[in-house]
């Protein structure tokens, strides 16, 4: 059974950092890309990263490039977005996702919220 668990999301001042972890199970977790996702209230949810199966490839929203890294750990079964100079429009629910078998699957979200 795939389970997506986020973790590491906070209240976090402008400027700052926060690092978003996402933990797999329950499939082989290297022999699949993974993206995050977010939203934020009264928003579509919208791409914020994504990496392919050996991390070789990382592509971003313009939004959050130069700012936001994705990475993987494969023998942790784990993704991470580490978040840099922080803005208030990065206010949102933070989700990781994959697709399994032609399905989609996603964790039940962290909250990031950006204020000061």
């Known amino acids: 059974q795939v389970q997506l668990v986020e973790s590491g999301g906070a209240l976090v001042q402008p400027g700052g950092s926060l690092k978003l972890t996402c933990t797999a199970s329950?499939?082989?977790?290297?022999?699949?890309?993974m993206t995050w996702y977010r939203q934020a209230p009264g928003k579509e949810r919208e791409l914020v990263a994504h990496?392919?199966?050996?991390?070789?490839?990382?592509t971003y929203a313009d939004s959050v490039k130069g700012r936001f890294t994705i990475s993987r750990d494969n023998a942790k079964n784990t993704m991470y977005l580490q978040m840099n100079t922080l803005k208030p429009e990065d206010t949102a629910v933070y989700y990781c996702?994959?697709?399994?078998?032609?399905?989609?699957?996603w964790g039940q979200g962290t909250q990031v919220t950006v204020s000061s």
């Open positions: 990496i392919t199966r050996a991390g070789g490839t990382r």
């Open positions: 329950g499939f082989t977790f290297s022999g699949y890309t």
């Open positions: 996702h994959t697709i399994h078998r032609g399905l989609p699957y």
